[in-house]
């Protein structure tokens, strides 16, 4: 059998003329029409734009421009759009993240729903794989019959990077379930074993950067020393992620957390019928850091443009090629530890073995690395 090759569509950042047609909304207009959105998407039907809402202070999420094209180029074809993400922080704090963002029914021009309610554990059991087992994907994302996966492409301090593949994988899960708690969400994927925190107590300045992040208020110190209430902590690793010192440590597998991911997105997309989900990867603005941080940093290379395909493994890929061995921007994280143009910068960045991520993603049969990239003329 003929080895399959996906296509994957390409709008470059690069202006060249100073027309609407050649902006990247204009050129994200292009790419809409050049998919084929009749191809995968009926008239009347419900789609999900899943996308990360970011936080209060991480602004590099996809504008709410990009979802609004989207928006309009589903309901060209008499299709019913809303968008969503899970709840990451409390949901009525995270539903205002994403006003203050930009993304409400005004600016893009459809609905904005939390997929696994204000509480973040309105979700369904899922099969997973030999990892997870199961996972508890957002009921939103489990119900609806299509989706349209937006996401924000950028490095990632435990992933090495973030894309189409991490935006199911933790965005489209809960981070608790209703009975099995954090063992059944993202937790799951973050930690090993008990997943107890680890603090070190020669290494801890108290800057209290880990008390401040904790979404559920789980952690305080007391006397000085570190306290935190396991049965409500969701394993979400935020607090670690901001200790500057390295004084507080989630127990992980590198390994095991990269192929978790892959697992978890097919379990989400198990809930599709085939031809039912594309993705958008967004290159612009790619940061260091994952949208949930409390700050976004400035880009470490240069906004490459927009990917569209119906390939979840293909679209990663193809992103990951277009920034391989580019000059990292200057004042930039990626200048500041000493990365050359020509080397690995997600790798430079995390030191994490992200390639894992696809390789599984296609062992299990949801993509194929070999790719077609067709650019815009
Ligand atoms: S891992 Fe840390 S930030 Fe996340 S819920 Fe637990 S204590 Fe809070
Ligand atoms: S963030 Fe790290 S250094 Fe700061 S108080 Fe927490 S454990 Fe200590």
Same mark, same amino acid.
């Given at each position: ?9 390409? #709008? ?6 100073? &027309? ?10 292009? *790419? ?15 789609? #999900? ?5 970011? %936080? ?12 609004? &094209?989207?928006?309009? #180029? ?13 709840? =990451? ?10 006003? @203050? ?6 600016? +893009? ?28 994907? #957002? %009921? ?11 996401? !924000? ?12 593949? &991490? ?8 981070? %608790? ?12 994927? !973050? ?9 070190? =107590?020669?290494?801890?300045?108290? +800057? ?5 992040? +904790? ?17 409500? +902590?969701?394993?979400?690793? =935020? ?19 990269? /192929? ?48 569209? %395909? ?6 990663? @890929?193809?992103? *990951? ?13 990626? $200048? $500041? ?13 995390? /030191?994490?073995?992200?390639? *894992? @991520? ?20």
């Amino acid at each position: 059998m003929a080895e399959r090759i996906a296509d994957v569509y390409f #709008a470059p950042a690069r202006v060249k003329k100073w &027309k609407y047609s050649e902006s990247l909304p204009g050129k994200l207009e292009r *790419l809409l029409k050049k998919i084929g959105l009749p191809r995968y998407f009926e008239k009347d039907e419900w789609v #999900a734009i899943k996308t990360h809402f970011g %936080s209060e202070g991480a602004h590099r999420v996809v504008r709410p421009v990009f979802l609004r &094209k989207v928006v309009e #180029a589903l309901r060209s074809i008499g299709a019913k759009p809303f968008i969503t993400d899970t709840v =990451r922080i409390k949901g009525l704090d995270y539903l205002e993240v994403a006003n @203050q963002n930009g993304i409400n029914h005004l600016s +893009c021009g459809a609905p904005v729903v939390l997929a696994d309610g204000l509480y973040g554990n309105d979700n369904i059991m899922v099969k997973a794989g030999e990892i997870l087992g199961e996972i508890a994907v #957002a %009921s939103v994302i489990y119900d609806v019959p299509a989706m349209v996966v937006c996401s !924000h492409f950028k490095g990632h301090i435990n992933a090495g990077f973030g894309g189409a593949i &991490k935006n199911l994988a933790m965005g489209a899960v809960s981070g %608790s379930h209703r009975h099995c708690g954090w063992r059944c969400g993202r937790g799951a994927m !973050h930690t090993i074993g008990e997943g107890m925190l680890v603090w070190d =107590r020669e290494k801890c300045v108290l +800057c209290l950067q880990c008390e401040e992040i +904790c979404p559920l208020e789980c952690i305080e110190f007391k006397g000085g020393e570190f306290t935190y209430n396991d049965e409500r +902590c969701w394993r979400c690793g =935020r607090c670690t992620r901001v200790c500057p010192e390295g004084a507080l440590v989630l127990p992980a597998d590198d390994e095991l957390f990269m /192929r978790s991911l892959a697992e978890a997105a097919m379990a989400v997309l198990s809930t599709f019928k085939p031809g039912k989900v594309i993705y958008i990867n967004f290159l612009t603005e790619i940061q260091p850091e994952c949208d949930c941080m409390p700050a976004a940093d400035v880009a470490v290379v240069q906004d490459q443009g927009i990917l569209i %395909s119906d390939d979840i493994v293909a679209i990663e @890929q193809a992103s *990951l090629d277009l920034i391989m061995g580019k000059a990292p921007l200057p004042e930039s994280l990626a $200048e $500041e530890m000493g990365i050359k143009q020509g080397d690995d910068i997600l790798m430079g960045l995390n /030191r994490k073995p992200y390639l *894992l @991520q696809i390789e599984e993603a296609e062992r299990l049969g949801l993509g194929v690395r070999k790719y077609n990239l067709i650019t815009l003329s």
